[in-house]
């Protein structure tokens, strides 16, 4: 995957919101950044769940859809 | 494979045996409250505490058969397609060191026998033959079979075990169901019974049923030979077989025989008497333990007993029977398996049904238009 | 001792953690009940409001687990959900629940199928949740369920066991534990679904919705435990008169 450029910024939808980041971003880091707690919660990104073991290594690109889901009360 | 030995291992003849013969009235009393689907209320209706209970069993009995089954009784005839075997087994005229003539029937001779048995109404055929794997095993079943279910809506086999791959192949040409009797669950009383060839295998024989299952067969029938051994033990065993059965292959259809001893060519004499009140209390609890289970009545009982037992849980039976490889072309008796006792012909039976009040079916309409 | 899966429990009764006026509510509730597992549902984070810890409580009270795919409402969504929850909370047990249906929620039986059979074929824990239907316990029992719940009555609905003829059909059949979910109303409807047989039952909006959740919770504790005695114990059997018509032995004469 290409890194991109620091001085770069991306555009992507965090949890249906749009959001600019700037450089290169994991998705570890972005948790980080959003202030998110990393236990209890599952990645999706355009679609697709993202394994724990690649929140490290997988960097947010132009236009990616990323949600973050926590279980919550209900039957 | 798991099969129904894995859970025979586990039972205790002992312990079985000795709670049967302590029921209580009492005992029977709780069962008749509650028998459906009951090993324990089984084993009390089976017991000889029950005996003095037999008219309110029988009372439940026929109200749970009219309920499921109607009048129906369904007419099926067995057409005996060889004689040929490879075991030896005491009780039966087929056994491999009796002199008898032995016959295996060509193409020709089947047709025949077909035609007349055609000619009689009937719609429903079980297949019987001896046990001989090389002579009459899977090939000649194959090859005989296309040509049996393009006559008859039904058609049933009573011959050696096979294995599930030969069951399987045998569905596909339309077979229906396989009966396959344990004679008895008591494995030493079935090791004296059954001293040369392959029937010798308790465990195998005993596992048949599962195969046959797994094959996608419909219907399967379990039977004992009512005699061999304690009749209400081996009875209770068939009930815990039935039940495994029902429970594990849950889209299949049961059926059970109640064959008492009897004389034949070689002949041997029942272990334990199993009088007429005894059939009836048989009859009863098995459907009372089972309301859906189909129960078969041969002509191997007198024509004036058949006409009491068909209203207390009879679903099918067999009328004008022969016992022998082209006896319905030639009928004589030296060929046959067991000695017949209602010799009535089929239409003074459907016409005494009639009498009593049933109504005869040649064909199960459930079957009638799921063609192979 | 109840045995699903790998899992032994205690208690047979499982309780929901939706519906409750506040976290600290359910918690005191789930405590009373004694519950040893318990649902939830899995939702998109909310950015702007604090986030609740849920699981560090639940989990301080030694609770097993179970996500449930509430919100799903096909296969597809379903089984994404699992692997969702397989993510978020490092297990494989999940609750199959696919309601497209928004006004009675009554589950999809072919989807939820579906789902199953998927997902038990990736090694997960199935326990669907699906309408009374004898046949349709079976067959997802076939493709490897752990376990069948089948509904009492609409969720939410308190109505009971308007299943009750073929939940006993079920229980009578069924070769993996059973466990009645939704619908139950009352701590006398759970002891009853215990007496008849079930396995374990569900219970959440009649603890919930209660004016007393932590009482009503101590209510069905006992109720699940009363009723499974019961059952342990044999219950006596119900009279059903025959009527007599004609003696069909006599026939037998003196010789019996």
Same mark, same amino acid.
């Given at each position: 995957m290409d890194a991109n450029h620091p001085s770069q910024s991306i555009q992507v939808v965090f949890n249906g919101a749009a959001e600019t980041l700037k450089g290169t971003v994991t998705i570890s880091e972005l948790l980080i950044l959003k202030q998110l707690p990393i236990n209890a919660i599952a990645i999706v990104v355009n679609d697709e769940v993202l394994p724990r073991s690649r929140w490290n290594h997988v960097i947010c690109h132009?236009?990616?859809?990323?949600?973050?889901?926590? =279980?919550? =009360?209900?039957g | 494979m798991k099969s129904f030995v894995d859970e025979f291992e586990k039972l205790s003849a002992d312990v079985m045996s000795l709670k049967l013969y302590s029921t209580t009235a009492q005992d029977v009393e709780r069962a008749l409250l509650n028998p459906t689907g009951n090993l324990s209320s089984l084993m009390a209706l089976l017991s000889p505490a029950a005996i003095a209970y037999l008219e309110p069993m029988a009372q439940q009995s026929a109200a749970l058969t009219r309920q499921r089954f109607g009048a129906n009784l369904g007419l099926f005839l067995p057409l005996y397609v060889s004689n040929l075997c490879a075991n030896e087994c005491d009780y039966c005229g087929f056994s491999m060191s009796n002199k008898v003539k032995r016959k295996t029937l060509n193409q020709d001779e089947l047709n025949q026998e077909i035609a007349i048995i055609k000619q009689? %109404?009937?719609?429903?055929?079980?297949?019987v033959s001896g046990e001989h794997e090389t002579k009459v095993g899977i090939d000649y079943f194959e090859s005989i079979l296309p040509h049996v279910k393009s006559k008859f809506s039904h058609v049933a086999i009573?011959?050696?075990?096979?294995?599930?791959?030969?069951?399987?192949?045998?569905?596909?040409?339309?077979?229906?169901?396989?009966?396959?009797?344990?004679?008895?669950?008591?494995?030493?009383?079935?090791?004296?019974?059954?001293?040369r060839g392959k029937k010798q295998d308790f465990n195998y024989r005993l596992a048949t049923a599962d195969r046959i299952a797994k094959a996608g067969i419909d219907k399967i029938g379990l039977g004992v030979l009512l005699g061999l051994d304690d009749w209400r033990l081996d009875a209770l065993f068939m009930g815990h077989h039935l039940q495994y059965l029902e429970k594990t292959y849950w889209r299949t259809r049961y059926s059970i025989s109640l064959p008492r001893l009897r004389p034949c060519t070689g002949g041997i004499t029942p272990k334990v008497e199993l009088n007429d009140a005894g059939l009836v209390q048989l009859i009863c609890a098995f459907r009372l333990f089972n309301p859906q289970v189909e129960i078969s009545l041969s002509t191997r009982e007198l024509a004036s007993l058949r006409d009491n037992l068909w209203a207390l849980g009879i679903t099918h039976l067999s009328a004008g029977s022969s016992t022998q490889p082209g006896g319905y072309l030639n009928p004589s008796t030296q060929l046959d398996?067991?000695?017949?006792?209602?010799?009535?012909?089929?239409?003074?039976?459907?016409?005494?049904?009639?009498?009593? %009040?049933?109504?005869?079916?040649?064909?199960?309409w459930e079957m009638a238009w799921i063609n192979q | 001792m109840l045995t699903i899966s790998d899992h032994q429990f205690t208690s047979r009764l499982f309780t929901g953690t939706g519906k409750f006026s506040d976290q600290d509510m359910m918690l005191a509730a789930i405590k009373q009940s004694q519950s040893q597992l318990v649902t939830l549902a899995m939702k998109r984070i909310d950015l702007h409001t604090n986030h609740d810890n849920l699981l560090a409580p639940l989990q301080s009270l030694g609770v097993k687990l179970l996500p449930n795919t509430a919100g799903a409402r096909n296969a597809k969504e379903a089984i994404f959900a699992a692997h969702l929850a397989y993510e978020m909370l490092g297990t494989k047990w999940i609750k199959l629940e696919i309601h497209p249906d928004h006004k009675y929620l009554m589950p999809d039986p072919i989807e939820t199928l579906l789902a199953a059979k998927q997902l038990c074929d990736e090694g997960f824990v199935v326990m669907p949740y699906v309408h009374a239907d004898p046949v349709l316990c079976r067959r997802l029992e076939d493709v490897g369920c752990a376990a069948v719940m089948p509904l009492g009555s609409p969720i939410g609905s308190n109505q009971g066991l308007a299943t009750e003829t073929f939940l006993k059909i079920i229980i009578e059949q069924a070769q993996v534990p059973v466990i009645i979910d939704a619908g139950i109303g009352s701590p006398s409807q759970a002891c009853h679904a215990m007496e008849m047989g079930a396995d374990a039952v569900l219970v959440n909006t009649a603890i919930a919705s209660s004016a007393q959740p932590e009482k009503m919770a101590q209510c069905f504790a006992q109720a699940v435990i009363t009723g499974r005695q019961a059952y342990e114990a044999g219950l006596g059997p119900v009279n059903r008169q025959a009527l007599a018509t004609s003696p069909l032995t006599g026939f037998l004469g003196q010789s019996v």
């Open positions: 132009q236009y990616d859809r990323i949600n973050v889901f926590s =279980a919550v =009360a209900g | 009689r %109404g009937f719609d429903s055929v079980l297949l009573e011959v050696q075990p096979l294995e599930t791959m030969h069951y399987q192949r045998l569905a596909k040409l339309g077979l229906d169901a396989v009966m396959v009797y344990q004679e008895t669950y008591r494995p030493h009383t079935y090791a004296k019974h059954h001293t398996q067991f000695e017949i006792s209602d010799d009535r012909s089929v239409d003074q039976v459907v016409s005494r049904l009639k009498q009593l %009040g049933f109504n005869p079916l040649w064909k199960d | -």
